[in-house]
């Protein structure tokens, strides 16, 4: 089998691969809806791919691995790599998760990320309101992440948050030390939210970057009490392209509460001294960021030999991501947690695909179904009419 093209159309936000085959096999692939920019660079690999083998995934992937590094720009790769496993699982037959090393689990664990409602404001209130119906939602999240301090609102909201100079530009440019009263605002928040969880629902919070090490170790102390299920991105993460892993471990060993970092990381040398200085206890990478399924599983088989555990990042994954989601996270060892649920955004992305289990989520588990590939299909009939005119020819070939 032969590779005869890569495409990849921006539908709704998500840049969405189609690898087709001499074969007449295709295979898809997405890129975070944060990222519609990326069509470009997603073509620019299609010089390596055509002609390859797609069901030789890995010797496929060193071909194109090199040219890419940390979020946002291990995406196209990510995607492609993606797609590739999608075409190798439909030649064999069998679903993707049993070409990573079979299922370890019949459902997975979803946190929740992603069902959002508008928050009213920034107050201890405002938190346990919203906290409240995110609760309540349907799909009965076993976990729901939140975002506190410098990933939030609160530097340009909350009177005197900080000592710094807020910044405008791209997302969570903030970093500084709290105020006293700051800080003070950040765990008034957190413990509105718990009062509304109780122990019924575990909480973890999206912290930064931004933080400073002195007022990490502030908050995480004053949290102790509280059986917060992770503190991420405290002093790096998100789309900082470097790691921290001597200052995450002096964080690490300070306190009780389990520090997460790892979304914004490219690939498995990058987690290297995270993962050996033990400098966290929850890696998070995104397989839409990360390389791609093969390599966020590598990455959760060397974490969990190290104690570490895994919750991987996907709140703008999409729908395809998702499915990828499932079947990575099928395969991990026991120190998975659970993966961030992306959703499929406008909500038509759930009318253009197929094979997704309906509701998708049951008490915070998606059971993994058996369709050989990812087992989800964009369906061209329906999807063509949110077609860009410059992708017109997405679903040809
Ligand atoms: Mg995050």
């Known amino acids: 089998m032969k590779i005869t093209d890569l495409k990849c159309a921006i539908i709704g ?3 969405t691969v189609r690898i087709t085959t001499d074969a007449g096999i295709c295979g898809y692939g997405q890129a975070e ?10 073509l620019f690999y299609k010089q390596y791919l055509v002609g390859e083998d797609p069901t030789n995934v890995e010797r496929v992937m060193l071909r194109i691995r090199r040219m890419a590094s940390f979020k946002p720009w291990g995406s196209a790769v990510s995607a492609i790599e ?24 019949d459902s997975v664990l979803v946190y929740n990320g992603g069902v959002r409602f508008p928050m009213k404001g920034h107050t201890p209130e405002d938190y346990a309101e919203n906290m409240a119906l995110m609760k309540a939602s349907p799909e009965k ?30 997302p ?31 909480l973890a919070l999206d912290c930064g970057p931004g933080w400073t090490v002195p007022d ?66 929850i890696v998070g990478p995104d397989p839409e960021d990360v390389g791609g399924l093969a390599e966020l599983k590598w990455i959760a088989e060397y974490a969990d030999l190290h104690g570490i555990l895994m919750a991987p990042h996907g709140v703008f994954d999409g729908l395809i991501g998702l499915a990828g989601l499932v079947h990575a996270a099928a395969v991990m060892p026991q120190n998975y947690i659970a993966f961030e649920y992306p959703l499929g955004k406008p909500d038509w992305w759930y009318e253009i695909v197929e094979g997704l289990p309906n ?4 008490d915070s588990r998606i059971t993994v179904w058996d369709r050989p590939g990812l087992g989800v299909e964009l369906i061209p009939d329906k999807a063509e009419k949110y077609l860009r005119d410059e992708d017109r020819d997405f679903f040809d070939g």
């Not at 809806?33 to 997603?42: E, F, G, I």
């Not at 410098?150 to 909350?158: D, L, N, R, T």
């Open 13 to 15: 936000q998500n840049p």
């Open 33 to 42: 809806s944060a990222k519609p920019y990326l069509k470009p660079h997603v």
């Open 172 to 202: 969570h440019g903030n970093r500084g030390l709290l105020t006293e009263r700051g800080l003070k605002h950040v765990i008034a928040c957190v413990e509105a939210m718990k009062s509304v969880l109780g122990d019924e629902v575990g």
């Open 141 to 170: 999240f076993a976990i729901i992440k939140q975002a506190i301090g410098f990933h939030s609102g609160m530097a340009g909201k909350v009177p005197d948050f900080f000592y710094g100079e807020v910044v405008g530009g791209a």
């Open 359 to 362: 509701p998708i989520v049951q």
């Open 82 to 105: 993606m797609a590739l496993w999608d075409i190798a699982g439909k030649a064999a037959g069998v679903p993707v998760y049993k070409l990573l090393g079979g299922k370890v689990r």
């Open 216 to 281: 990490t170790i502030r908050l995480a102390k004053a949290l102790e009490p509280y059986n917060i299920l992770w503190l991420e991105d405290t002093v790096n993460g998100d789309y900082n392209p470097y790691v921290l892993a001597d200052v995450y471990r002096d964080i690490t060993l300070s306190t009780s509460v389990p520090i997460h970092t790892g979304e914004q990381i490219y690939l498995r040398q990058n987690f290297r001294e995270l993962i050996e200085k033990q400098a966290v206890n």
